[in-house]
């Protein structure tokens, strides 16, 4: 069923385990995500990062697409539809085309309008029963891969955009999008048991997270990441499978070039890697 992303990170709070946010680019991937979260009896966030709407042909269609799907397919796991480092822009778009909830990344405004803007949309979240995630802070890319330590959020400035009503929090702690440099130091533990400290039973998202050793993911967990984000990893092992069908000339034997059959096993391989990322979080069968 098709709900916000409320209920279910409360749920993740209380329990000690983490629900995955896991990116979307197209039918196939959607698919497999629903797929793997309905066999796991897992809850499932789907992210949609503003490229990846646009490469959809926008908000509607994915909306569409996410709800016929979870209908069609009898996915009776909660899912949420989620703006993923949503611009003021794409979060009213995504309101309008009727996400379950937005991630407003308002990193690049200063402090004092970034607050507003928030306040502003988080008003509108609660009206339409949405959930708003916010960032604070920002959280390095793979552009910043030179560095070995990805950004770490100010605690205060965290409590300060909790108290304003959102329902997570994405704070820097050391984490990266992309694949991690060989030199990478780590997540800073300190900073996020400070910002657990000081913000509660918000629950707090871990952006970037491939490549980050399970360990590290357990203890973030442990210390009140109640969301982590997945997405280059998925992309990662569908082309690899899709690499291997090709490599091997499976798509010049017979009718191996329909897409149908083309697709399969990257499919099958993003079905894999989510299902050990729900086993890894802890969130299997917490939708029972
Ligand atoms: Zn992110």
Same mark, same amino acid.
């Given at each position: 069923?098709?709900?916000?992303?409320?209920?279910?990170l409360e749920k993740a709070v209380a329990g000690h385990y983490a629900v995955g946010q896991f990116n979307i680019n197209n039918l196939e991937w959607t698919k497999a995500i629903l797929t793997a979260a309905q066999e796991t009896k897992s809850p499932v966030i789907l992210g949609v990062s503003e490229g990846a709407g646009k490469y959809m042909t926008g908000y509607k269609t994915v909306q569409a697409m996410v709800a016929a799907m979870v209908e069609e397919m009898?996915?009776?796991?909660?899912?949420?539809?989620?703006?993923?480092?949503?611009?003021?822009?794409?979060?009213?778009?995504?309101?309008?085309? *009727?996400? +379950?909830? /937005?991630?407003? &990344?308002?990193? #690049?405004?200063? !402090?004092?309008?970034? @607050? $507003? =803007?928030?306040?502003?949309?988080?008003?509108?979240?609660?009206?339409?029963?949405?959930?708003?995630?916010?960032?604070?802070?920002?959280?390095?890319?793979?552009?910043?891969?030179?560095?070995?330590?990805?950004?770490?959020?100010?605690?205060?400035?965290?409590?300060?955009?909790?108290?304003?009503?959102?329902?997570?929090?994405?704070?820097?702690?050391?984490?990266?999008?992309?694949?991690?440099?060989?030199?990478?130091?780590?997540?800073?533990?300190?900073?996020?048991?400070?910002?657990?400290?000081?913000?509660?039973?918000?629950?707090?998202?871990?952006? *970037?997270? +491939?490549? /980050?050793?399970? &360990?590290?993911? #357990?203890?973030? !967990?442990?210390?009140? @990441? $109640? =969301?982590?984000?997945?997405?280059?990893?998925?992309?990662?092992?569908?082309?690899?499978?899709?690499?291997?069908?090709?490599?091997?000339?499976?798509?010049?034997?017979?009718?191996?070039?329909?897409?149908?059959?083309?697709?399969?096993?990257?499919?099958?391989?993003?079905?894999?890697?989510?299902?050990?990322?729900?086993?890894?979080?802890?969130?299997?069968?917490?939708?029972?």
């Amino acid at each position: 069923m098709l709900v916000s992303a409320k209920e279910m990170l409360e749920k993740a709070v209380a329990g000690h385990y983490a629900v995955g946010q896991f990116n979307i680019n197209n039918l196939e991937w959607t698919k497999a995500i629903l797929t793997a979260a309905q066999e796991t009896k897992s809850p499932v966030i789907l992210g949609v990062s503003e490229g990846a709407g646009k490469y959809m042909t926008g908000y509607k269609t994915v909306q569409a697409m996410v709800a016929a799907m979870v209908e069609e397919m009898g996915i009776t796991v909660p899912v949420a539809t989620h703006l993923d480092h949503g611009s003021y822009e794409g979060c009213k778009k995504c309101i309008e085309a *009727g996400f +379950t909830s /937005i991630m407003f &990344d308002g990193s #690049k405004y200063p !402090i004092e309008e970034n @607050v $507003a =803007k928030t306040k502003e949309l988080i008003a509108i979240c609660k009206e339409k029963g949405m959930s708003l995630e916010a960032e604070v802070g920002s959280i390095g890319g793979e552009e910043d891969g030179v560095i070995g330590q990805g950004e770490c959020a100010d605690p205060q400035e965290c409590k300060m955009i909790a108290d304003l009503g959102v329902d997570m929090l994405a704070a820097g702690i050391g984490n990266i999008h992309g694949k991690y440099p060989e030199n990478w130091a780590g997540l800073s533990f300190e900073t996020l048991d400070a910002i657990q400290q000081l913000t509660g039973d918000m629950p707090l998202v871990l952006h *970037g997270g +491939t490549g /980050i050793p399970d &360990d590290m993911i #357990k203890k973030a !967990i442990d210390l009140g @990441v $109640a =969301k982590i984000n997945v997405n280059t990893e998925c992309q990662l092992v569908f082309a690899e499978a899709t690499r291997q069908y090709i490599e091997a000339g499976k798509d010049q034997e017979g009718k191996g070039f329909d897409p149908r059959k083309l697709l399969k096993p990257g499919y099958e391989a993003i079905i894999e890697k989510v299902k050990e990322k729900m086993e890894l979080f802890g969130s299997v069968g917490k939708a029972e």
